[in-house]
């Protein structure tokens, strides 16, 4: 099941910080990680953090934006310690790996990091499926990257067993996901049910409740079947006020 289970790191800007990320993978079983962007990773910072999971430094897969990262992916996690109008539905690890019990089936899945600094913006919480959150002290809640990824590979590799592990109907990949997303921004201001001006403010409402809703892959050729012909009843009726 770990097999399964990638870790994400969004334009990381320490070496040192993605060396640490992987010898707490290799502590805990996770052998993949994707990089968007970020540091050098043949720096020898970074290969003297991961001491003995330099296989996994080498091994990293860089990608040019966080939608291709998770393009493959079934079930996609942000982390954020930020709480906000768009940051709501946040889960603590040991709720994250209960829910991924009921709902991995033999999906991947993404656990998304972002950067040291500031994490991941709005846009790129948009893109992952859930939330998730590590609690910690109101007077100092920042925690250093590689201790934020060892914590929840930890709880992931504790809790995610075959045994706990419930068939289940396969989730649509996030590239699914964002195709349908795509199509319905198009159709939404075609028939001018979005603003113009700033589509991507309800798009963020919408992603959200589908996103709650756990859609396959037949589930969102309905959807974008039901965009088609929105688009086709828009056109048609154009076509006959045409004088």
Same mark, same amino acid.
């Given at each position: 099941?770990?097999?399964?289970? *990638? $870790? /994400?790191? =969004?334009?990381?800007?320490?070496?040192?910080? =993605?060396?640490?990320? *992987?010898?707490?993978?290799?502590?805990?079983?996770?052998?993949?990680?994707?990089?968007? &962007?970020?540091?050098?990773?043949? +720096?020898?910072?970074?290969?003297? %953090?991961?001491?003995?999971?330099? @296989?996994?430094? #080498?091994?990293?897969?860089? %990608?040019?934006?966080?939608? @291709?990262?998770?393009?493959?992916?079934?079930?996609?996690?942000?982390?954020?310690?930020?709480?906000? &109008?768009?940051?709501?539905?946040?889960?603590?690890?040991?709720?994250?790996?209960?829910?991924?019990?009921? &709902?991995?089936?033999?999906?991947? /899945?993404?656990?998304? %990091?972002?950067?040291?600094?500031?994490?991941?913006?709005? #846009?790129?919480?948009?893109?992952?499926?859930?939330?998730?959150?590590?609690?910690?002290?109101?007077?100092?809640?920042?925690?250093?990257?590689?201790?934020?990824?060892?914590?929840?590979?930890?709880?992931?590799?504790?809790? =995610?067993?075959?045994?706990?592990?419930?068939?289940?109907?396969?989730?649509?990949?996030?590239?699914?996901?964002?195709?349908?997303?795509? +199509?319905?921004?198009?159709?939404?201001?075609? $028939?001018? %049910?979005? #603003?113009?001006?700033?589509?991507? +403010?309800?798009?963020?409402? $919408?992603?959200?409740?589908?996103?709650?809703?756990?859609? #396959?892959?037949?589930?969102?050729? =309905?959807?974008?079947?039901?965009?088609?012909?929105?688009?086709?009843?828009?056109?048609?009726? &154009?076509?006959?006020?045409?004088?």
């Amino acid at each position: 099941m770990l097999d399964r289970i *990638c $870790i /994400v790191l =969004v334009e990381p800007q320490t070496p040192g910080n =993605v060396g640490m990320v *992987c010898r707490a993978m290799k502590n805990m079983g996770l052998r993949h990680l994707r990089l968007v &962007k970020g540091c050098r990773t043949d +720096h020898s910072e970074a290969r003297r %953090f991961a001491v003995s999971a330099r @296989d996994l430094l #080498d091994g990293a897969v860089r %990608f040019e934006s966080l939608e @291709d990262a998770l393009a493959d992916i079934e079930i996609s996690v942000a982390t954020t310690r930020r709480i906000g &109008k768009y940051r709501q539905e946040t889960m603590e690890p040991a709720e994250l790996v209960a829910k991924l019990g009921e &709902k991995m089936g033999s999906g991947r /899945v993404a656990l998304v %990091f972002g950067r040291e600094d500031n994490g991941l913006s709005t #846009d790129e919480l948009a893109l992952c499926r859930w939330q998730a959150t590590i609690p910690t002290s109101d007077e100092y809640g920042s925690l250093n990257l590689g201790q934020a990824v060892l914590l929840f590979c930890y709880e992931v590799s504790r809790g =995610v067993m075959p045994g706990a592990m419930i068939p289940t109907r396969e989730m649509a990949s996030t590239g699914e996901m964002e195709d349908l997303y795509n +199509h319905m921004e198009k159709t939404l201001l075609e $028939i001018g %049910f979005l #603003d113009a001006a700033n589509p991507k +403010h309800l798009m963020r409402t $919408i992603r959200r409740i589908l996103a709650r809703a756990e859609l #396959d892959s037949r589930e969102i050729s =309905v959807l974008r079947g039901m965009m088609s012909q929105m688009e086709w009843a828009t056109d048609s009726s &154009k076509r006959r006020e045409l004088p």
